[in-house]
C-alpha cells in the first residue's frame, strides 16, 4: 500500500497543472437563451473546438487572449478572456435576422389573431409615456392648384360703361394671374418638445400635455401672400369697390348672407393689407405636426374603427414576411369590415417582441373623408378625396417605442359659388352683382421626426398653468436657414435612408 502512494499522488500532483488549465462554458441565444449547438470556436492561439448540443464547450486556458465564436446565423462575436471570465464563461450570441432561415419565423406556428393580440398587448406595454423630452422636426408644405375661377360681371346703373369695362378687365387679370400662380406655402420648425402627464379632477385621469422648450421655425410662402378662398373674394370685392362712387356707402352681401355691413371706397384704401407673411409664430403653431403625429401614432389604444388591429372593424390577412432594413418582420394587411371603416394598409411587426416597426395606409376604394355637398343651395362642395399616412417607430435607450417619422398627405376638391351683390345706401337703391365661380384641388403634406424621446424626471418639467400666456417665437431669416443642418428635409433624407 505504502509503494503505491507515491504512484497516487504523482498522479494526483501531475496532472492538477492540466485541470487548472481547462475550461468549460456555454453557448446560448441572447433572447431566447437556447443552447447552440456546433458553435465553432477558435482562440487566439489557433486552438479550436466546438459547441455539443447543450452549447457546452472545453478549451485550455494557457496563455488565452481572446476567442472567437461563430455560427450559420448568427454575428460572430470575439470576446477578450478576462471578459469572459467576469462572465463566468457564459457566452450569448445574437441572432443574424437577414440570414434567418425561412422555418424560424414560418408565419405558420403563430396564428393571425394571436399576432394581433400580441401587438395590441406589446404596443400598449412597450410604448413610451410619462415625462419625455423629444427633439423634433416638422414640414408642412400646402399646393394649391385653380382649376377653375369664372368671374361674370352684370350690367347695372351703378357703373358706367367705362368704370364696368376697367373692372371686368381687372377681374380678368387677377382670375388669369390667380389661376397660373399655384401658390405653394410650406413651414419649417426644429426644436424640443417636452411632455408631461397630468391628472385632471374633472375627467378624473391622468392626460399628457406637451409644451415648447426650445424651437426655430421658417416660413417660406410664394409671392409672400396668403391665398384662400376668403382673401380672392375680398380682393374681387374690392376691384369692384373701387369703381363705384368713392363717397357713397354700400351694403355687401353674398348668397343668402350678408358679409359687410357697410363699405367704402376710403376704408379699402386705408386697410392694412392683411395678407402679408408674419413675422411670428407661437408655440401651438410650433407643436401642431408633433402633436397630431403623436395622437396617430397611439393608433393601437383608439376604439372602433380608428383602430387597424380591431378585428371587429377590419379583415386582416397575413402577407410574406418582408426585411425592414435588416429585420424580418410579418406583414398584416388590412382592409375595411364596415362601412365606418375607411382604410386599407400594412402593419410591419417585429416577431421578437411583436412591436410595431411601420405602418402605412390609405382610402380603401370608394371611401373618402370630409365631404360637404351644399352646391344647390349655398353654393359650397368639399370632398376630402386622398389621404394617406406613413409611420415609422424605434427604440430609444431604455427599449420603449416612439414613433419616429410621421408623413400625412391629404387632397381636397373644393368648389364655391359666390354671388356678390352691392347695394348703395340710398333712397334708390342700386345695385350690381358679379358672381365668383371657383374649383380648386388643395393637397397638403405634413412630416414630422423625433431624432430621439427619452424618459425625464417629473421634476423636470416645469408646471403647467391653464392661464399661461402663449409663448411667441420669430421666424428666422432665410440667411439663418440656409445655415441650418434642418433645413429643406435634410434630416429626414438622411433618416429613411438608413432605413432602407
Not at 394649391?144 to 369695362?165: C, G, P, V
Not at 398653468?465 to 443642418?485: A, C, H, M, V, W
Request: charged share 30%.
Amino acid at each position: 500500500m505504502l509503494k503505491k502512494l507515491p504512484i497516487i499522488l504523482f498522479f494526483l500532483f501531475g496532472c492538477f497543472p492540466v485541470i487548472s488549465q481547462t475550461i468549460s462554458g456555454k453557448v446560448v441565444d441572447k433572447v431566447s437563451l437556447k443552447p447552440i449547438q456546433n458553435v465553432a470556436i477558435i482562440t487566439n492561439l489557433n486552438r479550436g473546438s466546438t459547441s455539443d448540443k447543450d452549447g457546452k464547450f472545453t478549451l485550455l486556458s494557457k496563455d488565452l487572449e481572446s476567442i472567437t465564436f461563430s455560427s450559420l446565423g448568427y454575428v460572430t462575436l470575439t470576446i477578450k478572456f478576462d471578459e469572459l471570465k467576469k462572465l463566468n464563461y457564459m457566452v450569448f450570441l445574437i441572432e443574424k435576422v437577414n440570414e434567418l432561415d425561412e422555418i424560424q419565423l414560418n408565419l405558420a406556428k403563430i396564428s393571425l389573431d394571436s399576432i394581433l393580440i400580441k401587438t395590441q398587448k406589446s404596443m400598449k406595454e412597450n410604448y413610451v409615456s410619462g415625462a419625455l423630452n423629444s427633439r423634433f422636426y416638422s414640414k408642412e408644405n400646402s399646393e394649391i392648384t385653380f382649376k377653375k375661377l369664372e368671374l361674370d360681371l352684370d350690367k347695372s346703373s351703378l357703373l358706367n360703361s367705362i368704370n364696368r369695362k376697367n373692372a371686368k378687365n381687372e377681374l380678368t387679370e387677377y382670375a388669369n394671374n390667380l389661376k397660373k400662380s399655384d401658390p405653394n406655402f410650406s413651414s419649417e420648425f426644429y426644436g424640443n418638445i417636452i411632455t408631461k402627464k397630468i391628472y385632471s379632477e374633472k375627467i378624473k385621469k391622468f392626460y399628457e400635455v406637451n409644451t415648447v422648450d426650445s424651437v426655430k421655425g421658417y416660413k417660406s410662402m410664394q409671392n409672400k401672400k396668403k391665398i384662400t378662398l376668403e382673401e380672392a373674394q375680398k380682393k374681387l370685392q374690392n376691384i369692384v369697390l373701387k369703381h363705384l362712387n368713392k363717397y357713397k356707402t354700400y351694403k355687401v352681401s353674398s348668397g343668402l348672407f350678408q358679409i359687410e355691413d357697410s363699405l367704402s371706397v376710403k376704408e379699402i384704401i386705408n386697410e392694412v393689407d392683411s395678407m402679408q407673411i408674419k413675422n411670428t409664430f407661437n408655440e401651438y403653431v410650433a407643436m401642431s405636426s408633433f402633436n397630431t403625429a403623436s395622437i396617430k401614432a397611439k393608433f393601437f389604444n383608439f376604439e372602433k374603427q380608428k383602430n387597424f388591429l380591431n378585428e371587429k372593424y377590419y379583415n386582416h390577412i397575413l402577407e410574406n414576411n418582408t426585411f425592414i432594413g435588416t429585420q424580418l418582420m410579418y406583414v398584416v394587411r388590412f382592409e375595411p369590415k364596415k362601412s365606418k371603416s375607411k382604410y386599407n394598409g400594412r402593419i410591419f411587426i417585429n416577431p421578437r417582441d411583436y412591436t410595431i416597426a411601420k405602418i402605412e395606409y390609405e382610402f380603401a376604394d370608394g371611401k373618402r373623408g370630409q365631404n360637404l355637398n351644399l352646391k344647390w343651395l349655398l353654393g359650397i362642395k368639399v370632398l376630402e378625396d386622398i389621404h394617406k399616412v406613413t409611420l415609422l417607430f424605434e427604440k430609444n435607450k431604455e427599449n420603449k417605442v416612439y414613433f419616429s417619422y410621421y408623413k400625412e398627405t391629404k387632397g381636397m376638391y373644393t368648389y364655391v359659388h359666390r354671388p356678390i351683390k352691392f347695394k348703395e345706401n340710398s333712397a334708390t337703391k342700386n345695385k350690381v352683382k358679379f358672381d365668383i365661380k371657383i374649383e380648386l384641388d388643395t393637397k397638403e403634406i405634413m412630416e414630422v421626426l423625433v431624432l430621439d424621446s427619452y424618459k425625464i424626471e417629473a421634476e423636470q418639467t416645469k408646471p403647467i398653468k391653464n392661464d399661461r400666456p402663449e409663448k411667441q417665437f420669430g421666424y428666422i431669416s432665410l440667411d439663418t436657414y440656409t445655415k441650418t443642418n434642418w433645413k429643406n428635409r435634410q434630416l429626414i433624407n438622411a433618416y429613411l435612408k438608413k432605413r432602407e
